[in-house]
């Protein structure tokens, strides 16, 4: 089997080209029956700004942990840039990048490896 690269596993769908964000029915569900995500469809095109807005416990962490495939999804699909985050991982990690609303950095790291580890 070939190692996936970004030309080999984009979308042949000449629509597709445009997409950067494609969820298709993704759903999270976490031990105990409890449901996260329910089945969301999303699709964000190139040069489209969104936000993606709700209460707290409505799912906004979940989705993006597994749009980054921190989070493995127990249906649906997850595709960034064309590049299917469950099956290829590491492809699609080297296309994302994510700012937590949050601070969360080491204030003893340099800012060069702060950059490096949260590359993936």
């Known amino acids: 089997m070939s190692t996936p690269t970004a030309t ?13 964000i494609r969820c298709e029915q993704l759903t999270k569900r976490y031990p105990g029956d409890i449901l996260a995500v329910d089945r969301l469809d999303l699709l964000v ?14 799912g906004k962490t979940t989705t993006v942990g597994m749009l980054t495939s921190l989070v493995i999804p127990t249906s649906g699909k997850a595709i960034v840039s064309g590049i299917d985050v469950v099956a290829h991982p590491a492809l699609a ?10 601070n969360n950095l080491d204030r003893a790291c340099r800012p060069s490896a702060i950059m490096g580890h949260k590359r993936g």
């Open 93 to 102: 990690k080297q296309l994302i990048g994510v700012v937590s609303q949050n």
């Open 45 to 58: 095109h190139r040069g489209e700004i969104f936000g993606l807005l709700g209460p707290n416990g409505a």
């Open 8 to 20: 080999t596993d984009m979308v042949s769908d000449s629509a597709a080209v445009t997409e950067v």
